[in-house]
């Protein structure tokens, strides 16, 4: 059973930064490509980051590259996501997401397991 746990969230101005963390409660969590999704009041889920096994390799949302920056530590089970430069439009409840092996994605439907989200929110 893969569980997978958000924290870090909360309520930060326009232009702050806040920083999520994922913790996997796996065997071996350098088997899981990870990836980071967020979805905004009243819309659809939408890719954010994705980050390979060994953490070598990312791909971003175009909408975030320049202000997000995606991490691991396999040594602690961890997956991370730094962002600055926050803006109102961030406002999202933020979730991520982990599969065993595969290239990086921004498909949903290529991650097979999920966490309960945390929520941020950036005030104007």
């Known amino acids: 059973q893969v569980q997978l746990v958000e924290s870090g969230g909360g309520l930060v101005q326009a232009g702050g930064s806040l920083s999520l963390s994922c913790a996997a409660s796996?065997?071996?969590?350098?088997?899981?490509?990870m990836g980071w999704f967020r979805q905004p009041p009243g819309q659809e889920r939408e890719f954010v980051a994705s980050?390979?096994?060994?953490?070598?390799?990312?791909y971003y949302s175009d909408s975030v590259k320049d202000r997000l920056i995606v991490s691991r530590d396999n040594a602690k089970n961890t997956a991370y996501l730094q962002m600055k430069r926050l803006e109102p439009e961030d406002t999202a409840v933020y979730y991520c997401?982990?599969?065993?092996?595969?290239?990086?994605?921004?498909?949903?439907?290529?991650?097979?397991?999920w966490g309960q989200g945390t929520q941020v929110t950036v005030s104007s």
């Open positions: 997401a982990a599969t065993i092996g595969g290239g990086l994605s921004g498909l949903i439907s290529t991650y097979d397991y």
């Open positions: 796996v065997r071996t969590f350098s088997d899981y490509r």
């Open positions: 980050i390979s096994r060994t953490g070598v390799s990312t």
